[in-house]
């Protein structure tokens, strides 16, 4: 090992493979959805820049390169490690517009108007990123503007030739984009679709990247941008308004912070419930053996299950955004309040969340969201961002190149209807103007004695949350390396509807038959690499050497010197 990691210290990038997905270095890494983006991070990093600096350019370099949830049209989280030791947290999810309110998605009979909510100008929020980028760089960063954006707007400009992966996925949407001719202009060729190898460039992404670049923050949310925004909004009943794009602030939030079996867990607290979430179900955790049930077993998927089925029932009743409502998050973060959680837990027996509260049927639509993750120094970044589905509204907003966000659906549209991911909100995640749309993102760091151990977090909607708590789990309960924490079959349970999501091969059919005789129920196999189960792309730092793993459910790339 000490040899290889001598060798790896001569050579460039990437050091060393030991799979296409799994890279070690000593000093710094980047991982990420897109090897275009991820090449960026580790530029940046290569050229004196820190972690905050890297993240920065590669979430710009997202919005180029992997569109589908990269973005400057949508918003994310941030969870950041300084040297020194203080973890903060950046919010930059998107806000609902001002005239925004609670039965906005409601016909006259207060029946939810299909497709308002996802698939409208109306689905849009004020988007976020580009403040939060900004704000972060300007705070934490070492660069400037300039630097960290330029490789995003080379990408736009000169193109890049596309995976069969991209062109496949923009080709699947051309039928949603096709009342659309600024989206179907800029993922079509001509109206056909674009094929592996072709050279994509994005001419006025490049022109508002650009206008951001010179202008700052105004070049997005005044000036031509947020004019053609608005004049689009106009044209076709959104909701969007100059002042609000000019009123978008991103929140330093302090982060939630759990303990697990003598490890620092810090995360998103609210407006996300992914921090929280993860957090809750550890403190679930903690007094049961997962290690002795070990990894996949019936005892142990039964154990984790009945945890989260809890937590996410919690999380449909008490979490929204904490500036419009009075989240208990004390409470929920409080160890004895996860016991007395778990007080009727029975390892035997599963129990049924109709006893907890109403079902709902499972949505077709498949979720979106990425998530990158640096170190470098001592920092560490975990930077979640969305336009919410693939593509978010699917819609291009014309002369900008900019995809609108369909985040509104985050909001509960109508008390007890499930949103895309099927997850239940209540008065907490009400609509209201300028207020936030909960979330599951999970940026997540693990420290261990104060040293960074691992930095982790997920695409995959509701299932965010699991994604990140079982390589969490994996890690620390079954002494896994990162790569197999990562790689390695996950569930899901989110109380309602009450059905154990599970990957292919996922469950083993004995240990399905043991958990169909403790009384659990709804049992979904899904197909490897649907987002549910997530895009975990981490980092594991080992003493001296950095470890990151792009997950291998998805191309991208983790790269680090
Ligand atoms: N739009 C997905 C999330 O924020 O959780």
Redesign the pocket.
């Known amino acids: 090992m000490k040899f290889a990691i001598f060798l790896l210290s001569l050579l460039t990038v990437p050091l060393f493979a030991a799979s296409p997905d799994i890279t070690f270095g000593q000093q710094a890494m980047v991982t990420s959805r897109s090897s275009h983006a991820s090449k960026v991070g580790h530029d940046i990093l290569k050229a004196g820049g820190n972690a905050v600096d890297a993240a920065v350019a590669t979430a710009f370099a997202l919005a180029v390169t992997y569109p589908s949830a990269g973005n400057i049209g949508g918003g994310g989280f941030a969870v950041i490690r300084l040297p020194g030791g203080e973890v903060i947290t950046l919010d930059h999810?998107e806000t609902a517009p001002a005239s925004a309110h609670r039965d906005m998605y409601l016909d006259a009979n207060g029946q939810v108007i299909k497709g308002l909510s996802t698939a409208s100008h109306k689905a849009a929020g004020v988007p976020g990123s580009v403040d939060g980028l900004l704000v972060l760089l300007e705070r934490y960063g070492s660069m400037s503007r300039q630097q960290v954006m330029q490789p995003a707007i080379d990408l736009a400009t000169r193109g890049f030739a596309l995976s069969y992966d991209l062109a496949q996925q923009m080709g699947r949407r051309l039928k949603s984009m096709a009342k659309y001719p600024a989206s179907m202009a800029k993922f079509s060729d001509n109206g056909k679709p674009f094929k592996a190898g072709d050279i994509w460039r994005q001419a006025d992404l490049a022109r508002s990247l650009q206008l951001i670049s010179d202008q700052g923050r105004d070049g997005f949310y005044k000036g031509r941008t947020a004019e053609l925004i608005v004049r689009e909004m106009q044209r076709s009943k959104g909701d969007i308004t100059a002042k609000d794009l000019a009123g978008y602030q991103s929140v330093w939030r302090p982060a939630v912070r759990g303990d697990y079996r003598g490890y620092e867990i810090y995360g998103m607290g609210p407006p996300?419930?992914?921090g929280t979430l993860v957090i809750q179900i550890l403190n679930m955790l903690e007094d049961f053996d997962l290690a002795a049930m070990g990894f996949g077993s019936a005892s142990a998927v039964h154990l984790m299950v009945e945890a989260e089925r809890r937590a996410y029932a919690d999380r449909a009743e008490h979490l929204g955004d904490p500036d419009f409502y009075a989240v208990p998050l004390k409470m929920l973060l409080n160890k004895k309040y996860a016991q007395s959680r778990m007080s009727d837990y029975d390892p035997a027996t599963a129990s049924l969340s109709k006893d907890i509260g109403a079902g709902a049927p499972w949505p077709p639509e498949s979720?979106?969201?990425t998530h990158l993750s640096v170190f470098k120094g001592g920092m560490m970044v975990a930077l979640t961002t969305?336009?919410?589905?693939g593509y978010g509204s699917k819609i291009v907003v014309p002369g900008t190149g900019i995809l609108l966000n369909n985040?509104m659906?985050?909001f509960s549209i109508k008390e007890n209807v499930p949103n895309?991911?099927n997850v239940i909100g209540r008065k907490a995640n009400a609509i209201r103007g300028g207020k936030r749309?909960?979330?599951?993102?999970a940026p997540t760091l693990v420290l261990r004695a104060g040293k960074p151990f691992l930095i982790v977090g997920s695409?995959g909607?509701?299932g965010?949350i699991t994604t990140t708590l079982q390589v969490i789990v994996n890690m620390i309960d079954h002494g896994m390396s990162v790569d197999e924490a990562v790689s390695l079959s996950r569930f899901h349970h989110q109380w309602q509807p009450d059905s154990i999501y599970y990957e292919k091969h996922g469950l083993s059919p004995d240990t399905r038959l043991i958990l169909e005789k403790m009384g659990h129920i709804g049992f979904r196999e899904l197909d490897y690499g649907l987002f549910l189960f997530g895009d975990a792309n981490a980092i594991h730092i080992q003493g001296e050497t950095v470890i990151g793993i792009k997950d291998p459910r998805n191309e991208g790339a983790a790269l680090g010197y």
Not at 386 to 389: K, V
Not at 437 to 441: A, Q, T, Y
């Open positions: 999810r996300s419930s992914g979720p979106e969201t969305t336009l919410n589905s985040e659906n985050d895309l991911y749309m909960l979330s599951s993102m695409p909607g509701s965010i």
